[in-house]
């Protein structure tokens, strides 16, 4: 990897730009992360909790 | 002029009119709509219900549209969001022990709005937000505020966001039409004798901080950590508790939860086309909880219009010093559950799905449409699958901006 100060140019951001690549994940995989917060003691530390819900059954 | 310039030319050209995120600077901005139809099958078995005391079936269904919509006009952004989950749940209707139907059918309806507007001299942007949820038991109302800012060479982004939830667990909003007033708490039909609860709120407060460094031209790093605040009635009133005298009593937890998770997170874009969405995230609250995930999420590109989307997440965890199964817990206890979803649990989930983009990504109608199944498969025998589909539209286009007087 090069070194992470290096600035890349409007030509070379074709790979970091590719929607699949964004760090927000799709509205599906944003469901399933929901059902596994429910399931699961844990909470998800970068995804956005869109309302609430008991979710308790 | 040799091929190599015309190509590397054209391509410097064509991403900087491309990116649909892009500021401009010019006498043009950009007005872009997008809409998302989304809607999520869930099923899950089980038989380690909480509201029977740890032992029950868990099966569930749920049926759940939901309607997106984002809208950029400029340095403007919204974000529209309407759903709602029709719930078919059996261990919910064995809070009274009285078969009604095959299932007892509940509906979470649930919006959400949000206004975000980026400052271009300091390259950040503010967001504003307001979320609303309702079912029979349970109302929510979520205010929140953002704020994102990236380095002056876009090689960095810092983010923060706060959320604040104020719920109320009452029952009885659906049960004459839409938004009726709250009645009561309630418990399960043996234990209606006395009111377990003086409490009926709970509120939820959480902080969230992101950074995320683009390394080089295929790499993405990101660090993402959640503070997590809950006070008030943090225990679910219908689920029963059996002792080991055999006496009953409802789920009883402390009025205070602190949480912190910790995520890291790497995107890479292979050479072969392949990209790779690999995180691991720590959890941790004062419950006695601890949390490991490793997850992976790929996407194959076969081509312009189609990528395979398989995914894998294993999750352990160390359950809560409240937690026990039934039968198990003394009536001497302060705090007690049978509920598993705090228990030491490990989670496997395998998912599998694809995206079409079918109009060769034009910047009018139908822009992708998008299926992923999961299997979701944990250690004390619960079982869910979940079926999403997605279909986007987009509008871009480039309008003028009005001239200032």
Redesign the interface.
Known sequence: ??S???????????????P??L?A?????K??QY??A?????????G???????G?? | MNKRTVLVGSLAFSFLVAKAQEREKSEFKLKETEVELLYNHYLQSGDNSAVTGGEGTERLTVYGPSFNMNKTVGKNSYHFQLGADIISSASTDNIDNIQSSASRLDARSYSALTYSRYLEKSKTTVTIGLSGSIESDYASFGKFLGWSKTSKNDMRTYSAELQVFNDDLRWGRLDDGFLSEPQFLIYPVELRFQEWYDDYKRDSYNLSLGFTQVVDQRNTIGIFSVLSLQRGLLATPFHRIFFNDDTRGVEHLPDERQKLAVSLRWNTFTKGGIIFKNSIRGYTDDFGILGLTLDNETAIKLGPKWTILPSARFYTQKGSRFFAPKGEHDPGESYYTSDYDLSTINTWTFGLGWKHWPANRKNRGLHNFSFRYFYYSRSNGLRAHTISTSFNFLKKRRVKRKNKK
């Not at chain 1, 992470?4 to 590719?18: A, F, G, M, V």
């Not at chain 1, 994940?25 to 995989?29: F, L, N, P, R, Y």
């Open positions: 990897m090069e992470c100060s290096t600035t890349l140019k409007p030509y070379e951001r074709q790979y970091i730009n590719d699949e690549m760090m994940g799709s509205s599906a995989v469901f399933h059902v596994c429910i399931r699961e003691g844990a909470v998800v530390a970068e956005k909790k869109g309302s609430g819900g008991c308790c059954n």
